[in-house]
């Protein structure tokens, strides 16, 4: 009996040697971390087999941005089950191994970001690595107004994105939103109360927060404007008895006026010789902003009797002097010739018989006439 008690003690020391040295190889092998070894063994050996599922799409084909967050503390665990309820995967098992197998389990970051179920699980995981890749990129071209943005925010590129929409948009820039700023900015750029803040919201292209509100974005460009515009322009525009306001109104007529930046100046120049010697803007794109939208857009043609029919505050063909306020927003190039014209003795442009975008520039009506196709 002692004998067999021996053999048993014996083999248990074996038994418990063998274990401590694979014990301390596996403890080696996996980089002190053996359990996570372990589960990416397993991880590993479950996908060899479920390659069809992981390059499969839960809708093939389908590019709609779903929002998804992940939220600080998330376990891939609870990723996973969120990408199900969302409809983006249809395996949070198959989603935790994967992510193990590859080690980046510690790399998805809690963010908000845009997916959709055209993409497989792979593409998924990937997505979720990189926070910076779901900013939303944002952007309006010059000359562009306030319903425009408004709509471009409502369009099928921008809309899955916002958490507003464009009449949100419209309620914090539109009529009476200059109220809703600081007064000492209202005062330095010369924006009544009671205004929009048309011509302000500066042309650009933006990478915004998946989180941006309406007011975030409004705050945004109006920032962008006023890092753009600097102090030494306003100092000198106030020199040249101009507000800021009026300087933009100027600058988004000129800017709605020319195709080619490199005109800004001349245009400026025949728009400031008429105001100093009391002669109407007669700019089109006034009556334009005037009318609105038509034949489906915001600046629809517009024909000879409608410099006289349209009568409207904004009408520069009936009214003398600056109309109400901004039409549009206009980029740095407008805004500064408007302060710095070029110097000309010419009253009179209209668009060339060339067809490139230029006009030709005249002193006296006669010669404006004479410049017609």
């Known amino acids: 009996m002692s004998r067999l008690i021996r053999l048993i003690i014996i083999v248990g020391l074996l038994g418990g040697f063998v274990l401590g040295v694979c014990g301390a190889m596996l403890y080696i092998i996996s980089g002190g971390q053996p ?4 589960q990416k063994q ?12 992981l390059n499969r799409a839960s809708l093939p084909g389908d ?9 600080p503390g998330d376990t891939p665990r609870i990723i996973g089950q969120n990408l199900v309820s969302a409809g983006l995967i249809e395996d949070a098992g198959l989603f935790v191994d994967y992510v193990r197998a590859n080690e980046i389990d510690r790399q998805l970051q809690a963010a908000t970001y845009f997916l959709s179920r055209g993409q497989n699980l792979r593409e998924i995981a990937a997505s979720l690595q990189d926070a910076s ?11 562009t107004r306030l319903e425009q943005i ?35 900015l209202l005062q330095a750029w010369g924006i009544p109360p009671s205004a929009s803040l048309e011509g302000f919201l500066y042309p650009d292209t933006y990478s915004l927060s998946p989180n941006t509100t309406a007011v975030d974005l409004r705050n945004t460009l109006l920032a962008n404007f006023q890092q753009r515009v600097s102090p030494q322009l306003i100092a000198d525009a106030a020199a040249q008895g101009l507000s800021l306001y009026q300087v933009v109104t100027l600058a988004s007529i000129i800017q709605r006026e020319a195709l080619h930046a490199d005109e800004h100046p001349l245009i400026a120049s025949a728009y400031r010789n008429r105001l100093q010697i009391g002669m109407k803007l007669d700019a ?20 000879a009797a409608e410099y006289t029919s349209v009568v409207h505050p904004y009408n ?13 927003s206009p980029g740095l190039s407008a805004i500064q010739a408007a302060v710095y014209p070029a110097e000309s003795a010419y009253f009179f442009f209209r668009a ?21 196709c």
């Not at 359990?35 to 372990?38: K, N, T």
């Not at 089109?284 to 024909?303: E, H, M, S």
């Not at 018989?353 to 017609?372: I, K, M, P, Q, W």
């Open 35 to 38: 359990i996570d070894w372990v």
């Open 42 to 53: 397993f991880a590993q050996f479950t996908l060899a087999s479920r390659v069809d599922d």
């Open 63 to 71: 590019t709609t941005p779903l929002r998804f967050t992940i939220n």
């Open 133 to 143: 890749a779901s900013q939303i990129r944002f952007g309006f071209a010059e000359g």
């Open 150 to 184: 408004a709509a471009l925010i409502d369009s099928p590129d921008y809309r899955p994105y916002f958490l507003f929409s464009g009449t949100e948009f419209l309620s914090v820039v539109g009529l009476g939103a200059a109220g809703q700023l600081d007064l000492s």
């Open 284 to 303: 089109d794109p006034t009556i334009q902003y005037a009318i609105g939208f038509r034949d489906g857009t915001w600046w629809p043609r517009i024909t």
């Open 316 to 328: 520069t063909y009936l009214n003398t002097g600056f109309p109400p306020g901004p039409i549009a």
């Open 352 to 372: 060339d018989c060339r067809s490139d975008g230029y006009h030709d520039f005249a002193v006296t009506y006669e010669e404006h006439l004479a410049n017609g």
